[in-house]
């Protein structure tokens, strides 16, 4: 089941795994080695790091490193989802754009956006535009000003996909890189345990290889995690673009910087970054 089918089951959030105590085990001198800067990281959801995240994140969802940018981006692009919109591209078909919106009229009754709640309820589960055409693109645009709305998008992104992903990486023993390409991951393909999905991704990948939670080498696992979500990705034509693995983590990982730490520079469809610090 890919990131759509998983959403439709009400967007299911990962059940995390008790590791025990994780053990990190790989060599902290790897990022010294590649030219980063030695310091024991303070995980993904440290800010600044989460801010990093956002950044390399939208490198791949919307071509910029400026996601704050993205809280009024809303489009078709053609993926059978409905509309993709904000800052990780919630979809009026899979649930969470429906949630954004619910939330938001929770905290702000009244607001432009509030009346397309029913419509929001009824496309979920299919790429009908039914109810919001033609003036949801523009009035979400002109919600994304309000920051009672992008506070919306930010609560939605850290309870189904960020805090979930972070903590389940924590849980499996991984460094801050770890915890990113989990919480990429969630963001494609949503949570849940079908073989497409974060949980079931994650479920083979253990199976190729142990995380440090289990004992296993952190690289190893994180190659097999990469290499079990690429051809997740191969088997959707929406996702079969695998740069955002080849030419972005896996760069990451190869260089040895399982801290995550700036100066970091990577491609997505060709298009260069580079974050320095």
């Known amino acids: 089941m890919t990131r759509q089918n998983a959403r439709w089951t009400a967007l299911a959030v990962v059940a995390l795994v008790a590791a025990g105590s994780p053990a990190l085990g790989a060599d902290r001198t790897s990022a010294a080695l590649s030219g980063h800067v030695t310091a024991a990281a303070s995980g993904l959801d440290d800010p600044h790091e989460k801010d990093i995240a956002m950044q390399v994140v939208s490198s791949a969802e919307n071509s910029s490193l400026d996601w704050r940018a993205q809280y009024k981006y809303i489009e078709d692009i053609g993926d059978g989802r409905g509309y ?3 800052i990780i591209g919630f979809c009026s078909g899979t649930g969470d754009m429906l949630q954004v919106v619910q939330h938001y009229t929770d905290a702000e009754p009244g607001n432009v956006l509030a009346g397309y709640l029913p419509a929001l309820r ?3 589960g299919s790429d009908s535009y039914d109810g919001l055409d033609p003036d949801f693109p523009g009035d979400w645009r002109t919600a994304a000003s309000d920051t009672v709305f992008q506070q919306a998008q930010d609560d939605e992104r850290d309870s189904t996909y960020f805090d979930p ?21 969630i963001v494609m393909h949503g949570p849940g345990s079908d073989r497409d999905s974060f ?3 994650r479920n083979d990948a253990i199976a190729q290889a142990k995380p440090p939670s289990q004992g296993g080498d952190e690289v190893t696992y994180l190659n097999a995690f990469l290499d079990v979500r690429k051809a997740a990705m191969k088997r959707e034509e929406a996702h079969s673009d695998t740069s955002r693995v ?5 760069v ?19 298009d260069p970054y580079t974050i320095d610090e």
């Open 84 to 86: 993709t919109a904000g």
């Open 122 to 124: 009824a496309v979920n």
């Open 165 to 185: 992903a972070v903590q389940q990486a924590k849980d499996d023993g991984l460094r801050t890189l770890g915890q990113f390409i989990y919480y990429d991951a």
């Open 199 to 201: 949980g079931g991704i």
């Open 246 to 250: 080849d030419t972005e983590q896996r």
């Open 252 to 270: 990451f990982l190869n260089n040895g910087n399982l801290d995550f730490l700036p100066p970091l520079s990577w491609k997505v469809y060709g």
